[in-house]
T-cell receptor, first 110, second 113 residues
Framework: DAKTTQPPSMDCAEGRAANLPCNHS???????VYWYRQIHSQGPQYIIH???NNETNEMASLIITEDRKSSTLILPHATLRDTAVYYC???????????FGTGTRLQVFP | SQTIHQWPATLVQPVGSPLSLECTVE??????LYWYRQAAGRGLQLLFY??????ISSEVPQNLSASRPQDRQFILSSKKLLLSDSGFYLC????????????FGPGTRLTVL
């Protein structure tokens, strides 16, 4: 079973920041938070991951709360091409297995 | 650079027929390989994973099987397809040591009629 909870859908205006929340209240100390996205009819694409600290790369920022029970993926300037299903995944340090939930369907509109 | 191939891209098969989906990876060695299935409108379900030649771990009981005859080849098979086997099948790989960043192939869309 997935160890995360995400809203089923969200909308965002093009050019605005998209903030996608994820709850992982049962996360343990050695588990990472990963974000992937899946554009329709394609395989999932890795976005970002983190353990405790906030992370940023060319695609997005990941904000993890101090108690690590939730996180937020931020797409700073959403484009129409960011329309996709976004998956928040908790992965143990000693395993490669990713358990996907149902994700959040982000719709970016003009 | 690393590349992952899957074929066929789409497949329509009758119930009771056999299945063979192939996945190959280029540009890496000793990858961990994974098979996922995504039913229509659902999330991804991990079916099998392999850490090396001939080593297969099954995540869910079903009428599918997997084999890894070569380091960079992963095959998903069935002797008799069921309607419930329809879905989008994705192969993924990860290098060792594990980074958590799995790379997914383009997928095979299987329709069982």
């Amino acid at each position: 079973d997935a160890k995360t909870t995400q809203p089923p859908s969200m909308d965002c205006a093009e050019g605005r920041a998209a903030n996608l929340p994820c709850n992982h209240s049962t996360i343990s100390g050695n588990e990472y938070v990963y974000w992937y996205r899946q554009i329709h009819s394609q395989g999932p694409q890795y976005i970002i991951h983190g353990l405790k600290n906030n992370e940023t790369n060319e695609m997005a920022s990941l904000i993890i709360t101090e108690d690590r029970k939730s996180s937020t993926l931020i797409l700073p300037h959403a484009t129409l091409r960011d329309t996709a299903v976004y998956y928040c995944i908790v992965r143990g340090y000693n395993t490669d297995k990713l358990i996907f939930g149902t994700g959040t369907r982000l719709q970016v509109f003009p | 650079s690393q590349t992952i191939h899957q074929w066929p891209a789409t497949l329509v098969q009758p119930v009771g027929s056999p299945l063979s989906l192939e996945c190959t990876v280029e540009g890496t060695s000793n990858p961990n390989l994974y098979w996922y299935r995504q039913a229509a409108g659902r999330g991804l379900q991990l079916l099998f994973y392999s850490v090396g030649i001939g080593q297969i771990s099954s995540e869910v009981p079903q009428n599918l099987s997997a084999s890894r005859p070569q380091d960079r080849q992963f095959i998903l098979s069935s002797k008799k397809l069921l309607l419930s086997d329809s879905g989008f099948y994705l192969c993924a790989w990860i290098t060792r040591p594990a980074s958590g960043e799995q790379f997914f192939g383009p997928g095979t869309r299987l329709t069982v009629l």
